[in-house]
């Protein structure tokens, strides 16, 4: 894991978001709709076994309003996949539920791998 690679999917992310800053390099806790962060989630034995790759994900924060949240995700998803597709090979992009300190909230997490 490193902070290269934090700030590479960061920076990729605030392309899409409308950055700079909207996506942050690690959690914190917001609700505003469109702010972001990178999260590293795992990693697993590559199939060589000579190595590792790294899972990431980033983590938006989405309105409130189920059906605002579902057009936010159906106007930015693609362009998040093609940004992040060149720092990651994008494995998912799933509508979540955020636990966050104030409570859950709609959010839309992209998932990836890359080698370690």
Known sequence: MSAAVRTALADAANGVLGGPRKCS?????????????????????????FGFMESWEVRVVLAQDLATAEKWADENSAAL??????????????????AMDTGNIPGLVVEGVRPN
């Open 25 to 49: 390099t690690y959690y914190r806790s917001t609700t505003k709709p469109g702010d972001a962060w990178v999260s590293f989630a795992r990693m697993d034995r590559d199939d060589t076994s």
């Open 81 to 98: 996949v093609d940004a992040l597709s060149e720092h990651m090979t994008i494995t998912a992009v799933v509508m979540v539920t955020l």
